[in-house]
């Protein structure tokens, strides 16, 4: 059984950090390609930032030079920091895991609110 359990998630206000995590368990972590995805209320899902298995690493413009996404195989657990925050950064943010093909999988969710 495929799981993808995100944390890190809460308030925090315009300029600050914080650090989600996401821990995958039932698939060999390693060869996966790892996302992070946000959701804002009625706007569609967004990818944030990936990173292969060989890690390559892919992010939205929106969030360059502000987020940072990093994975450790040996714990499966993929992170995503994030700097100077702002407020339309709020969304629930989504783990997903890609191995190629039309097979992927996605985590429940962890809310993000920047907010003063």
């Known amino acids: 059984q495929v799981q993808l359990v995100e944390s890190g998630g809460g308030l925090v206000q315009p300029g600050g950090s914080l650090r989600l995590s996401c821990a995958a368990s039932?698939?060999?972590?390693?060869?996966?390609?790892m996302g992070w995805y946000r959701q804002a209320p009625g706007k569609q899902r967004e990818l944030v930032a990936s990173?292969?298995?060989?890690?390559?690493?892919n992010y939205s413009d929106s969030v360059k030079g502000r987020f940072t996404i990093s994975r450790d195989n040996a714990k499966n657990t993929v992170y995503l920091q994030m700097n100077s925050l702002k407020v339309e950064d709020t969304a629930v943010y989504f783990c997903?895991?890609?191995?190629?093909?039309?097979?992927?999988?996605w985590g429940q969710g962890t809310q993000v609110t920047v907010s003063s």
């Open positions: 997903n895991a890609y191995p190629g093909g039309p097979l992927e999988y």
């Open positions: 990173i292969s298995s060989g890690g390559v690493l």
């Open positions: 039932g698939i060999i972590f390693s060869i996966y390609t």
